[in-house]
């Protein structure tokens, strides 16, 4: 079972993401062909949940080892081929809620057997997600739902630096559960601010508060990283390490970014930055980070080390260039600027696959040789 599952998953994964690029790119205007053109309204429900929730339930099933866990990387990836077969079917929403659910056990099986602060910040994360699937399955609004699974990936790539810190102070600890306590905060805000709007003769919404509370917390997660974390000390080691290390710094740099600008305005949620702010931290930073991990998690995939390979920088260096394009085209109502930041962005993700493809063709050679 160890030995197929993840290869399926993995697969799965992959496929749903080459779709999930192509409806973000067809709502930009780019002309691509879609079996279903109502794909486009589903993207980010498939980015988040069908692909990076897909493969960080697999990661964690395959660090737990037992057989039973790809449970929970099997019902996303079920949903998100779901979604992309039937983009208006009612059940993949609620496929990817059991699926974070049962992420949920897994990471709280991982803190029974060994208790630590960053497997409490990814269960948190994974709570998040699940909170945000809740609220999915619910109809609310996808704007309703962004704060929940914003949380989601900022805890779980926060939790996963955690790890690489052997010693932190007390204080160090305390600064960074507030930035957590912040984020739950703002994210229960807003999402009193919707259900409030839904009730009869409810208050216009306000997400004013809720929405800084987010921004303050996304900040100070970015300056805690780049203070505490090791990434910025190991830019000038050689191969892989300066690799990660530049993935990473250059993620905290977009996370800022996109924290600071919904500090000062108080618009994640509403307002011309939306798209501006959303994108800044899922390309920036969230797709930049699993640059970082995405050979960490292949190398546990296929059970051996995958050689590092220079056309990953290629991949790393489009993000930026794209993000300004995009941003630059947000506020001054540019298409061309969206469109063409959007399409550097995706040929970045398939520059970093196709990466992965030779690295792993590499790999599979090099064992061959030592074999023969």
């Not at 399955?137 to 704007?143: Q, S």
């Amino acid at each position: 079972m160890r030995s197929h599952l993840p290869y399926l998953f993995l697969a799965l994964g992959v496929l749903a993401l080459l779709f999930a690029l192509a409806s973000g790119l067809v709502r930009f205007g780019w002309n691509l062909p879609l079996h279903d053109q109502s794909l486009v309204l589903v993207h980010g429900g498939l980015m988040i949940c069908g692909v990076l929730g897909t493969f960080i339930s697999l990661e964690r099933a395959i660090t737990l080892g037992h057989p039973w866990a790809y449970i929970a990387p099997l019902l996303t990836a079920i949903g998100g081929i779901w979604l992309l077969a039937i983009p208006t079917a009612p059940w993949p929403p609620f496929l990817m809620a059991l699926g974070s659910a049962l992420l949920l056990f897994l990471f709280a099986l991982s803190m029974r057997r060994a208790p630590a602060p960053s497997i409490a910040t990814m269960g948190l994360g994974a709570l998040f997600w699940l909170v945000g699937n809740a609220l999915w399955v619910a109809n609310f609004p996808i704007v309703a739902v962004v704060p929940w699974w914003l949380g989601f990936l900022l805890l779980i790539v926060a939790g996963h630096r955690l790890e690489q810190l052997f010693y932190m102070s007390r204080g160090a600890y305390l600064s960074f559960f507030a930035c957590v306590g912040f984020l739950l905060l703002g994210a229960l805000l807003d999402t009193v601010s919707f259900a409030a709007q839904w009730g009869p003769g409810g208050p216009e919404m306000d997400l004013f508060i809720g929405d800084r509370l987010i921004g303050l917390a996304m900040l100070g997660v970015a300056l805690w990283l780049l203070f505490y974390d090791i990434a910025p000390a190991q830019t000038g080691e050689t191969s892989l390490p300066r690799y990660i290390a530049f993935c990473l710094v250059s993620g905290y740099a977009w996370l800022a970014i996109a924290g600071t600008t919904v500090l000062l305005t108080g618009q994640l949620l509403t307002g011309p930055l939306y798209d501006a702010v959303l994108h800044a931290f899922f390309t920036g930073f969230v797709a930049v980070a699993l640059f970082a991990y995405a050979l960490h998690i292949l190398a546990q995939v296929l059970d051996r080390k995958i050689p590092f390979d220079r056309i990953f920088y290629l991949a790393l260096l489009l993000p930026p260039l794209g993000l300004f394009l995009r941003v630059g085209g947000d506020l001054s109502g540019a298409r061309p600027g969206q469109q063409w930041g959007g399409m550097l962005n995706a040929v970045a993700i398939l520059i970093f696959l196709a990466g992965i493809v030779r690295a792993s063709r590499r790999s599979s050679l090099e064992i061959e040789t030592a074999a023969s």
